[in-house]
């Protein structure tokens, strides 16, 4: 499935579709991603965090649908989709199942995958601020910062390109 049909499934799901976009980007990491548990469990709390956004939000049908989703384009031990597919069936929103890999967990788990990331790659700038932004995931200054320093490089840029002329 691409992009196009994802908006028009979960169009009113807000947060569905950028969990489900951020595990298609995620699978395209695989290879480079050496710890295989690490990689398998992030790719876990992605998909059940996906049905328990539609759940709590009270759209069961865009739950299975997420459900297939994942099905279809990922790999999952089968007992983890039969216990998803009932806990959608029962309306279960919170089931101990779902909390046990909730939101902040995924943060959490991302975040130490980040961690171990940046201190392989020291050098590598964009990974350093996203893992900035998604320590700050509450704050948006962040971002601003972050902008308001790329505008002022490009100024200083372009101040220095007058110069020479």
């Known amino acids: 499935m691409h992009g196009n049909q994802l908006d028009d ?13 951020a595990a298609k980007i995620w699978s395209d990491l695989e290879d480079s991603v050496e710890d295989e548990s690490l990689f398998k469990n992030i790719t876990h709390l992605l998909l059940v965090q996906s049905v328990a956004v539609c759940l709590e939000k009270g759209k069961r049908s865009s739950a299975s649908s997420a459900l297939k989703w994942f099905e279809n384009n990922h790999e999952f031990p089968q007992n983890m989709m039969v216990k998803l597919s009932t806990i959608v069936t029962q309306k279960e929103t919170y089931h101990p199942f779902l909390m046990s890999f909730s939101y902040s967990r995924l943060l959490e788990t991302i975040k130490s995958y980040l961690d171990a990331y940046l201190e392989k790659n020291p050098s590598d700038y964009i990974l350093k601020e996203a893992t900035k932004m998604v320590q700050s995931s509450d704050n948006t200054e962040g971002l601003e910062d972050v902008m308001t320093q790329d505008s002022s490089l490009s100024e200083e840029a372009n101040k220095s390109t007058e110069n020479r002329k």
């Open 9 to 21: 499934l979960f169009e009113e799901e807000d947060h569905v579709m950028p969990l489900m976009s």
